[in-house]
């Protein structure tokens, strides 16, 4: 009883519920904002349920095609090679049962041309993720800077960068998507093909959606910027830009990471929309969307075609905003 | 009062000043930095085998060989003032609000675009009233109710509701109650309602139910939140405390705080879709501004798809217009200077 650690101990028992079993945690300490969090979170059944989801789909997609792994090629079929042998040539549909469904064809066969679904999918899954976090990764930049510096700095500068907020909200943003994406040429910037296309659909969704992080953003450095830390750091002489970032912005690190959870999902549905209107990547190179809008044309013959990507979107997005969900009851300091 | 609504009126104004400069810039500046030339762009409209005199005819009564900035002007006085395409004997005359001519079929834009527009206006109308009244009272009930099965199962479906496609439960849609059960009609069988009434409310069942269920589940999820947030307020223990009814504290004080924001959303929500329902339009097939602008994309029809994203940017404004003054007239907290 005489050491610091013992008294660790002795509290560490007497309180089940701490989650300080860290060395060196002191038992007297509060418990930080990320620990209350995270033991809410753990509580969360969807929301754990969400994040495994979330896991297994980001490993999934690494590990789909070599240099990383070969989940694809486990299953022996590249996804862009037609297996015509195995499609009826008569109605365009699979010739075996349930669209082709089978162990080497786990989600079947797409009709037509017999590519196999599962390494569509699995394809289909790198872009998806890929586009859905860069550019919430590109909105996050802008709408964390912009709602910062209107919310800290006020007067005409908040005045600028809210009237710039409402222009973009005034956009009809997915409209000018595929009329921009659409109106691409093949090569230009130094890119061609689908990587050009999946750069400006990155810049246009990350470009168009930052107002939503920064209206959250702006809102808590308005009321962040009265608070006492904030005095006290301005009384010891600190400049504007160390108040920024060394004071106000770790306050604001748990909304944004809430509302960059949420944004990914709906950043997977625009790039999946996109696809579907045909105005995604390109093929050959599967998308989700792009797989539904061929199956518009077959889904009487082969309703496995149409209802494997859907799903896929479907449990994709659902798992990001179960996740995000969590995440914002959990690290929300009003919720009960 | 009036001072407020004269002021949101030039903002608006302004806005969709910024909004066409923007979307003009974005369709005409990016194509020439792209190393498009205005002979390329005339050979749009006259036709890939033209004779080099027919694209110079075509240049010059575009005025497509003037800077950018004058082109502009140009677009900009043509919706509001209208714009005299005529050139010697070729009459064409382009009335306000003028969009210029589609490359693909010479037609003026305008009267196209207001051709489109019942179609849109029905899908999105309909639509609306469904997801309102189910949404609203879904989120009420549910949060009256808080954590029993009947809220859970409620917020278990609006949370699946918002994480599909609105094309995949379209098509899944079709698939069972058109082409299985063969109750309703399939994808493009849109009738006008003046021309058959019985046939376009047939056609549009599924589109409204689809459209509707996305926004239900939305708004289902923001009325329970905005419900349970203001059943936590100081006044409703207050209205409580002083004895009224609990259905008295539901309707007269937790219902009035709870639906003015909803209500500013379902503003904008409407105006975002009369600019074209794009996906849902595309998916059942219906002739509306989101169809037209889909396939001016695949057409490569320029002065289509700038027509129609002015004329949904205009919808966004306007709907942002009369929700603000809604707002203020509704919301005595809100200030007017």
Redesign the interface.
């Known amino acids: 009883m005489t050491t610091p650690l013992d008294v660790s101990g002795q509290a560490m028992e007497a309180q089940p519920e701490a989650v300080l079993q860290g060395t060196g945690g002191k038992a007297i300490e509060g418990r930080s904002l990320g620990q209350i969090a995270w033991t809410r979170l753990k509580r969360d059944k969807a929301a754990v349920a969400g994040a495994v989801v979330v896991v297994f789909l980001v490993l999934v997609a690494i590990f789909a095609e070599r240099p990383f792994g070969g989940l694809i090629a486990l299953f022996g079929d590249s996804p862009n090679i037609p297996n015509n042998d195995l499609i009826d040539p008569m109605t365009s549909a699979p010739t075996a049962p349930l669209g082709g469904i089978s162990l080497e064809h786990p989600f079947g066969l797409e009709p037509v041309n017999g590519r196999d679904i599962f390494a569509r999918i699995l394809s289909g899954a790198q872009i998806s993720l890929l586009v859905a976090f860069l550019a919430t990764l590109v909105s996050v930049v802008i709408g964390a800077l912009l709602g910062v510096l209107a919310g800290y700095f006020g007067g005409w500068i908040d005045t600028v960068i809210s009237r710039l907020m409402?222009?973009f909200?005034?956009?009809?943003l997915?409209?000018?998507a595929?009329?921009?994406v659409?109106?691409l040429?093949d090569q230009?910037l130094g890119m061609k093909g689908n990587a050009l296309r999946i750069a400006v659909i990155v810049f246009i969704i990350g470009f168009f959606s930052w107002p939503y992080i920064a209206r959250i953003v702006r809102g808590q450095t308005l009321s962040l910027r009265e608070r006492e830390f904030v005095d006290a750091a301005r009384s010891l002489g600190a400049t504007n830009r160390y108040i920024i970032f060394r004071e106000v912005f770790p306050n604001l690190v748990a909304p944004i990471l809430v509302y960059s959870t949420l944004l990914i999902?709906t950043n997977i549905?625009f790039e999946?929309?996109l696809s579907?209107?045909?105005?995604g990547v390109n093929e050959p190179q599967a998308s989700w969307?792009g797989m539904?809008t061929r199956?518009?044309d077959y889904?009487?013959i082969a309703?496995h075609f149409?209802?494997v990507p859907?799903l896929a979107?479907?449990i994709t997005?659902?798992a990001f905003?179960?996740l995000g969900?969590g995440l914002r009851d959990a690290l929300d300091p009003r919720a009960r | 009062m009036v001072a407020f609504i004269v002021r949101r009126v030039i903002a608006a104004v302004l806005?969709l000043a910024?909004?066409s400069a923007?979307?003009f810039a974005?369709?005409f500046l990016?194509?020439r930095a792209?190393g498009q030339t205005p002979e390329g762009m005339a050979s749009r409209y006259v036709g890939r085998d033209a004779t080099p005199e027919a694209i110079q005819g075509a240049v010059k009564r575009l005025h497509l060989d003037d800077p950018l900035i004058v082109q502009y002007g140009r677009f900009a006085k043509g919706i509001v003032a209208g714009e005299d395409y005529s050139l010697g004997p070729r009459k064409a005359e382009c009335p306000a609000p003028c969009f210029g001519y589609s490359f693909n079929n010479n037609q003026p834009v305008w009267p196209t675009l207001l051709d489109r527009l019942p179609a849109t206006m029905s899908l999105a109308a309909g639509a609306a009233i469904l997801w309102l009244i189910a949404g609203v009272s879904i989120g009420i009930v549910s949060a009256l109710r808080r954590g029993t099965a009947l809220d859970r199962a409620a917020m278990t479906v609006a949370?699946?509701g918002?994480?599909?496609?609105i094309?995949?439960t379209g098509?899944?849609s079709?698939?069972v109650f058109a082409?299985t059960l063969g109750i309703f009609p399939g994808g493009g069988t849109y009738t006008s309602i003046s021309e058959n009434p019985i046939a376009w409310f047939q056609a549009l069942v599924l589109p409204w139910i689809t459209l509707a269920f996305l926004y239900a589940a939305l708004y289902a999820r923001l009325t329970r939140a905005g419900m349970l947030e203001t059943m936590g307020e100081d006044y409703i223990r207050t209205a409580r405390a002083k004895g009224l009814k609990e259905s008295t504290v539901v309707t007269k004080h937790a219902l009035r705080a709870t639906l003015t924001p909803i209500l500013t959303i379902f503003g904008l929500d409407v105006g975002?879709l009369l600019?074209?329902a794009?996906?849902t339009e595309?998916?059942f097939s219906i002739p509306g501004v989101g169809k037209l602008?889909?396939d001016a994309?695949?057409g490569?029809d320029?002065p289509v798809?700038?027509g129609?994203?002015m004329f949904?940017?205009f919808f966004?404004?306007l709907a942002?217009l009369i929700v603000d003054i809604l707002y203020a007239v509704v919301d005595p907290r809100v200030r007017l200077s």
Do not use: E
């Open positions: 409402d222009v909200l005034a956009f009809p997915l409209l000018f595929i009329a921009i659409g109106a040429p230009a999902p549905m999946a929309s579907f209107l045909g105005v969307g539904l199956a518009v889904y009487q309703p149409m209802i859907g979107i479907f997005v659902m905003n179960l969900d | 806005m910024v909004v923007a979307t974005i369709f990016i194509p792209l949370l699946a918002v994480s599909l496609p094309y995949f098509l899944v079709l698939s082409y975002l600019g074209g794009v996906l595309s998916t602008v889909i994309i695949r490569n320029l798809v700038l129609v994203t949904a940017a966004i404004v942002n």
